[in-house]
């Protein structure tokens, strides 16, 4: 009785090799993929925010409109743009010219 060694088959090596480089290439880019977006991941969690909780409000605001999408969608989001950009503005205006809130001020006293 003689014993025989198993044939190696070198093509599961060379596919374990193909399939570990490219595992490693998918999260090496997965980690540049999230490096060049770090810095808008605030940005982009806060949209999310908003998104989920302005939903309910967007339903109705079409349901009033007909069911009309489009209509609701512009609407809504013009909305949601005054909420937010007016009063950045008059922030900004504030910071900018903060002499313009002390003549106010002073204005009042007299």
């Known amino acids: 009785m003689t014993f025989q060694k198993p044939k190696h088959d070198d093509g599961h ?25 770090r810095p808008f991941v605030p940005a982009i969690a806060w949209g999310s925010v908003i998104a989920i909780a302005a939903y309910p409000t967007y339903q109705k605001v079409k349901r009033s409109l007909g069911e009309r999408g489009t209509v609701a969608a512009v609407l809504f989001t013009a909305i949601l743009l005054a ?9 900004t205006g504030t910071l900018v010219d903060p002499s313009r809130v002390w003549q106010l001020a002073s204005s009042k006293e007299h």
């Open 83 to 91: 909420i937010l950009v007016v009063p950045t503005a008059l922030l």
């Open 13 to 37: 090596l060379d596919r374990a090799v193909e399939v570990s480089v490219r595992v490693g290439l998918i999260a090496l880019l997965v980690g540049l993929c999230f490096l060049i977006l």
